[in-house]
């Protein structure tokens, strides 16, 4: 079965870069989640969609934006990195229960 | 604190012994999912309960939900040394809209 894609799995940037992490959810789920775990700790829930329109936001720097497309993938842009958000990025969607992608590793040097 | 704590934060058992996690929580909530996740790894969903479920099983996993006490269990049966992972309770709160609140994790070692 199809599962949540995340592209890239890796990335490397160094202070004040921008990123962009892309999400493909599971065919016609209507939800996707953006998460962020930090080393040793829980989730933290950055924002989600529904139906492409923004539904929650959580803890997510102003730094920080995303958007969802017409085709359902969605983007998590972050400009001006700092060492801080070095941590494994999750994408989740859902039509009930939430399923999560592999996660993108994000390292600011 | 937060919505989603897990008790306890850590548990050691030898295989083929049970584990038993604890999650309570502080708003209603719509249902409330178990998540697995190996080191540095992505989360595997296990097992959603609604709020109108008391237990559900899937495979050696059995799930309890007590709205009353706000509060849901994880048993893992015959446990085995590829259980060994931290072990996530997500709640959706009722007036979350679209939200899912991890709690702190119980990591879980099975010594073989």
């Known amino acids: 079965a199809a599962g949540v894609i995340q592209s890239p799995r890796h990335l490397i940037k160094e202070k004040r870069e921008t990123a962009t992490l892309k999400c493909y959810p599971i065919?016609?789920?209507?939800?996707v989640y953006w998460y962020q775990q930090g080393p040793g700790q829980d989730p933290q829930f950055l924002i989600s969609?529904?139906?492409?329109?923004?539904?929650d936001k959580g803890s997510i720097p102003d730094r920080f934006s995303a958007q969802q497309f017409s085709d359902y993938h969605s983007e998590l842009n972050m400009s001006s990195l700092e060492l801080g958000d070095s941590a494994l990025y999750f994408c989740?969607?859902?039509?009930?229960?939430?399923?999560f992608g592999p996660g993108t590793r994000l390292t600011v040097l | 604190s937060q919505q989603g704590e897990e008790d306890p934060q850590a548990l050691s058992i030898q295989e083929g012994e049970n584990a038993t996690m604890n999650c309570s929580y502080k708003?209603?909530?719509?249902?409330l999912q178990w998540y697995r996740q190996n080191s540095g790894r992505g989360l595997v969903h296990l097992i959603l309960?609604?709020?109108?479920?008391r237990e559900k099983h899937s495979g050696r996993l059995r799930v309890t939900l007590d709205t009353s006490k706000k509060s849901s269990s994880l048993l893992i049966t015959a446990s085995r040394a590829a259980d060994t992972a931290s072990y996530f309770c997500?709640?959706?709160?009722?007036?979350?809209?679209?939200?899912?609140?991890f709690g702190g994790g119980t990591r879980v070692l099975v010594k073989p």
């Open positions: 989740a969607s859902s039509l009930r229960a939430a399923f």
């Open positions: 969609f529904y139906e492409k329109m923004q539904s």
């Open positions: 065919p016609r789920h209507d939800t």
């Open positions: 708003t209603s909530i719509n249902n």
């Open positions: 997500a709640t959706a709160p009722v007036a979350a809209g679209n939200k899912l609140t």
């Open positions: 309960i609604r709020s109108n479920e």
